[in-house]
């Protein structure tokens, strides 16, 4: 089963910039729709973006992310990038990624392969 670790959180000013990864080991990476989910403090996880298994696949986002985060993959590298442009300190949590078998699905529940999360923390 595939299993995934984020890394590239950090500390930023409002309006600065971020790239996550998300690298993948066991199973087949290439079959899965990669996602990013994010929590901050005593909320619950919320969906982010999603990209789907081909590389090049459509990606589709969460409203509050739209125009200003990208989500990219590398099958080759068995990775998956977000890039995260003009952060807000709303933007401030842990940010996770999964994997899920099934395209243009944004159910949690269907994201298998969480990776232990890396903290994104945005300054005003």
């Known amino acids: 089963q595939v299993q995934l670790v984020e890394s590239g959180g950090g500390l930023v000013q409002a309006g600065g910039s971020l790239r996550l990864s998300c690298a993948a080991s066991g199973g087949t990476f290439s079959r899965y729709a990669i996602g990013w989910f994010r929590q901050a403090p005593g909320k619950e996880r919320e969906f982010v973006a999603a990209?789907?298994?081909?590389?090049?696949?459509?990606?589709y986002y969460a409203d509050s992310v739209k125009g200003r985060f990208t989500i990219s993959r590398d099958n080759a590298k068995n990775t998956v990038y977000l890039q995260m442009n003009s952060l807000k300190p709303e933007d401030t949590a842990v940010y996770y990624c999964?994997?899920?078998?099934?395209?243009?699905?944004?159910?949690?529940?269907?994201?298998?392969?969480w990776g232990q999360g890396t903290q994104v923390t945005v300054s005003s």
């Open positions: 990209i789907n298994w081909r590389s090049g696949g459509s990606a």
């Open positions: 999964a994997a899920n078998p099934f395209e243009n699905n944004k159910a949690i529940g269907n994201f298998i392969g």
